[in-house]
């Protein structure tokens, strides 16, 4: 949402990647246009699926039956799923066309984007409302990678390609989508933006009305008072209403709406927006591989495992606690006025990768865990409650090793992947579970350092006695609580 979170993924490496015997995409939270793809008893009791509040696996029926993911990504009420073959699949709200079958229909469950099946497509991103794609033919190996795009202010319901200020020959890198605004990194590291401009999230040096066409980012500010300069840029990340890049040298640079600090500046040069891309100086001296944005903020891993977090945190989103024990040596407005704005460390060692939905976030760690916090209401977080997780929240619900992470709206998808006869034997495992075998499946599994199994089981155990029990679902108060 890399959005919305709008998700940003790199083609895949596939001459170095490990053999994948096996891979599952859990998904979980608001389900009301079917964007977990859960369907469930949806005739005879429609409150049962609207919300899903423990990660679910999607049942693979609903795709080729060899089918092995390698990407997915979540946008504010759809859904995107890559397979190895390079095959799309997409569910979810479809008003704006942005599921790419040409017609406006919303879909529970996974459907093939047929308008490329002539292309290997190799990444996906979903904005609020679109979704993008990088692919290159089928039949043309090595061939570089083009940009696809489909859905709202794209141009059309079906994926169609694109260029924009490129070249038509120019390999694309990276792209990402978000309310309203799109990027694309071309594969010599020149960034392109197209879309509304209206807080300068387009880093063209102005804020404007309207459909913005296509244009080179050119001008990047090291320190407000210097010239602006050209930088090599090698990760997009797009949220709402800003961007957030990174540079070939790991710097960070951010733009467009600043009002709740997810800029990570001080101070604005406009007074709720910066409308070229300005580096972030807190981070002088750290070098940030990773980046993703949400809907008001922003979170960065550097190359040394080191989560930050910065922007706004009304419901939790950053992590860092209830605000109003933040910091209580200093005004409590002030604090956090002062402190959101700058990137605070979360983590201090150990991350892995991290997603921001609309205003949740989830994050794994090099040891294999997987956390959510922020906003709760559709059970996105995976607390089994609705209630905010102001603080990181494990979420044991998902088996095997986690190859992908992506949050929308209002709900999350987790892609985990077995590549050793040990991961396919979790599986299997956490497949076959029930009462009479869950004691010595957790005991095999503690004894043979299966973590993520174990706690799947001890988790399998209390549901199954009934002492964990997801919240009752009340429609009035999740219809109060949604974010607008």
């Known amino acids: 949402m890399d959005d919305p979170a709008a998700l940003v993924l790199a083609p895949l490496e596939s001459p170095k990647e490990r053999i994948v015997h096996r891979s599952q995409i859990y998904t979980w939270g608001n389900n009301q246009l079917g964007q977990t793809g859960h369907t469930g008893a949806c005739m005879q009791d429609p409150r049962a699926w609207k919300v899903q509040r423990s990660p679910k696996l999607m049942e693979q029926e609903h795709f080729k039956s060899d089918a092995a993911f390698v990407k997915i990504a979540c946008g504010l009420q759809h859904t995107g799923a890559l397979t190895r073959d390079g095959e799309l699949f997409m569910w979810g709200s479809n008003d704006c066309g942005q599921l790419g079958d ?38 043309k190996k090595g061939a570089p990678l083009k940009l696809w795009v489909w859905g709202q202010h794209q141009g059309s319901n079906f994926p169609r390609p694109f260029h924009g200020a490129f070249a038509a020959d120019t390999p694309i890198a990276a792209v990402s989508l978000g309310a309203a605004h799109a990027a694309a990194v071309s ?127 009304r419901e939790g989103q950053l992590g860092l606690g209830r605000p109003t024990y933040m910091f209580p040596f200093i005004d409590r407005n002030e604090s956090n006025d002062f402190f959101r704005r700058l990137p605070t460390v979360l983590l201090p060692r150990g991350a892995k990768m991290v997603v921001c939905g609309q205003t949740h976030t989830l994050a794994c760690t090099l040891d294999g865990r997987l956390w959510g916090w922020g906003y709760n209401s559709c059970g996105q977080a995976a607390t089994g409650k609705e209630t905010h997780a102001w603080v990181p929240t494990p979420i044991d619900w998902c088996v095997g090793e986690i190859a992908g992470l992506a949050a ?27 009462l009479n075998t869950i004691c010595r499946t957790k005991a095999v599994a503690a004894q043979m350092h299966a973590d993520s199994l174990a706690r799947y089981c001890e988790l399998y155990r209390l549901k199954a006695l009934g002492k964990y029990q997801d919240e009752e679902f009340d429609e009035d108060e999740e219809r109060r609580r949604r974010p607008r």
């Open 187 to 313: 594969a010599g590291g020149q960034l392109m933006t197209w879309g509304y401009n209206e807080v300068g999230q387009l880093g063209h040096g102005f804020s404007s009305e309207g459909l913005q066409p296509a244009r080179l980012v050119r001008a990047f500010i090291q320190h407000t008072s210097d010239t602006p300069v050209r930088a090599k840029v090698k990760k997009i990340a797009c949220g709402a209403y800003h961007t957030a890049c990174v540079s070939d040298t790991g710097e960070v640079y951010t733009f467009g709406h600043g009002a709740m600090g997810q800029l990570g500046h001080r101070m604005l040069q406009g007074r709720d927006r910066e409308v070229n891309p300005r580096r972030v100086v807190s981070l002088e001296g750290q070098h940030v591989r990773q980046i993703a944005c949400g809907q008001a903020h922003t979170c960065a891993i550097t190359s040394k495992g080191t989560l930050y977090m910065w922007g706004g945190h």
């Open 408 to 434: 929308g709206g209002g709900h999350s998808a987790v892609l985990t992947r077995a590549c050793s006869l040990k991961d396919l034997c979790e599986l299997r495992l956490a497949e076959s579970l029930d």
């Open 102 to 139: 040409g017609t406006e229909t919303d879909r529970r469950q996974p459907r093939r984007v047929k308008a490329l099946q002539t292309e290997f497509v190799t990444s996906i991103a979903c904005g609020h409302q679109s979704s993008a794609a990088l692919a290159r033919p089928r039949n």
